[in-house]
């Protein structure tokens, strides 16, 4: 049974009700979970203040190999964040039935994954309080930063994609605002009329929150796109072996996909255990995201086939060395990475009840998550291990000093989509009624439709 039959069984109240547990029950687990992330975050900046005082001596960097763990999560980070609004601007422009419940928790974790993720080139600098020489702006010194450094490419792209993601966020969220806003009382009520901007449902308001709603939608596709072709220019622009490829570009952004497509899985799998809206998140919408799972898996393993092929065909010295490092130092991360994200989930999610099983399809994704993390570390390490000439060949592994700060980037996700569930709906609550109770034009709050039709009419006015 599709989540619209068993959500349509409960009066419009009973459903805010269940879509906005997040924000009206708090437990102590909460308070528990948000103590231990937290703690793990101030260790990882406690441990950056110790690397930044001390020097990047404190990593496993060395030569040639002057990227590693730090870079693989800003890529990992980037990565994981394009599905997010992706996902939710072609289900909304394509008008997919399914599309409400999953739209939130979508946009929400790109929003969070760009935040962590830009973090990690700042971090990997070296002298940190020289961070702003990657901003392009006017200063008394006459100097401005490299147009041709990947740290201007990525903090332009970055910070653009950013402030498109959040505009995106918010404006999907203004009704759901408002519906807050006329249920709420105290703080959490003043926050919400701010942040609604007066919303109240007339069909004037409706019309312009549609129109927005597709133009963001249509605008986001391109810009996400663009983002992550710009962080595989980092890799191709160099004339390292196993990165000076054309196919970098759309093998990233498939790759994006790929892992932004199961991470959605995974917060949609957390937030249906812990808010229990099982009504809400059915196996329907995991099914339908398995699919789409499935098919980025075999596309991926196109992908990085024909790379395979490119540098047989070619051969290379250089490149083929690359290569043939994944068999001998670099074998059981290269196992991993065709394990997680082709052999096993392939054919796991061409299975129906796989895909329609919530845990099992919560293990497939986590495979995922691991086997496209094991993928960002053969792309970034791989290829400066083994440099052109084999005399300064040398291998890599990360100290306690990165792996500290990893753990404190995964804290530091966890800990945004706690506190965003607890003030801000996490559920398209407007979306999934408008689907529900089959309208368009929905009066917010105590709005009658005798005010909205004054207001419509002489377009001035408070309705109440």
């Not at 009700?17 to 102590?28: A, E, I, K, M």
């Not at 007339?202 to 663009?226: D, G, K, M, N, Q």
């Not at 994200?341 to 998550?369: D, E, H, K, Q, T």
């Not at 408008?434 to 034009?441: A, K, P, Y």
């Amino acid at each position: 049974m599709s989540g619209e039959h068993l959500l349509a069984r409960t009066d419009e109240a009973q459903l805010f009700r269940d879509l906005s547990r997040s924000n009206r029950v708090t437990t102590w687990r909460w308070f528990a979970g948000m103590g231990i992330l937290a703690l793990v975050l101030l260790w990882g900046i406690g441990v950056f203040v110790y690397m930044m005082t001390t020097g990047m001596g404190v990593t496993g960097l060395n030569r040639p190999v002057f990227w590693g763990v730090l870079i693989v999560n800003f890529v990992f980070w980037i990565g994981l964040s394009h599905s997010g609004t992706l996902i939710s601007a072609i289900l909304r422009l394509t008008h997919a039935t399914w599309r409400a419940p999953i739209l939130r928790a979508a946009e929400a974790m790109t929003v969070f994954s760009l935040l962590v993720g830009a973090l990690f080139p700042l971090i990997h600098l070296g002298r940190n309080w020289r961070f702003y020489y990657t901003i392009p702006y006017p200063n008394e010194r006459g100097l401005w930063p490299n147009m041709r450094s990947p740290l201007m490419w990525d903090a332009v792209a970055i910070n653009t994609y950013l402030l498109g993601s959040l505009t995106f966020l918010y404006v999907g969220m203004i009704p759901d605002l408002a519906l807050l806003r006329d249920n709420s009382t105290g703080w959490r009520r003043k926050l919400y009329s701010i942040l609604s901007l007066g919303f109240r449902g007339t069909h004037a308001e409706w019309r312009r929150y549609r129109v927005a709603s597709t133009f963001f939608a249509i605008l986001i596709i391109p810009v996400a796109v663009s983002v992550h072709s710009i962080v595989s220019w980092d890799f191709a622009m160099a004339k390292v072996p196993g990165w000076h490829s054309t196919i970098f570009a759309p093998y990233f952004v498939v790759g994006a996909i790929f892992s932004g497509i199961a991470g959605v899985i995974l917060v949609m799998a957390v937030l249906r255990r812990v808010f229990r809206l099982e009504k809400a998140l059915t196996p329907l919408h995991f099914d339908n995201l398995g699919k789409l799972l499935c098919t980025m898996s075999l596309l991926w393993g196109y992908f990085y086939f024909t790379e395979f092929l490119t540098v047989w065909y070619n051969r290379n010295p250089e490149e083929w060395e690359v290569f043939r490092s994944y068999g001998k130092s670099f074998l059981p991360v290269f196992l991993l990475m065709i394990t997680c994200n082709f052999i096993v989930p392939f054919p796991l999610l061409c299975l129906r009840r796989v895909r329609r099983s919530v845990p099992a399809i919560f293990g497939v994704s986590l495979l995922v998550i691991v086997g496209m993390y094991s993928e960002r570390v053969l792309i970034v390490v791989a290829s400066l291990a083994r440099r052109n000439d084999p005399f300064i060949w040398h291998n890599y592994f990360p100290t306690w000093v990165e792996l500290s700060i990893t753990a404190a980037s995964f804290a530091m996700f966890t800990m945004l989509y706690m506190v965003f569930s607890k003030i801000f709906p996490i559920m398209a609550i407007s979306e999934i009624k408008e689907r529900l109770f089959h309208t368009t034009e929905r009066a917010i709050g105590n709005a009658t439709a005798e005010a909205i039709a004054r207001v419509e009419e002489h377009g001035e006015g408070e309705v109440k």
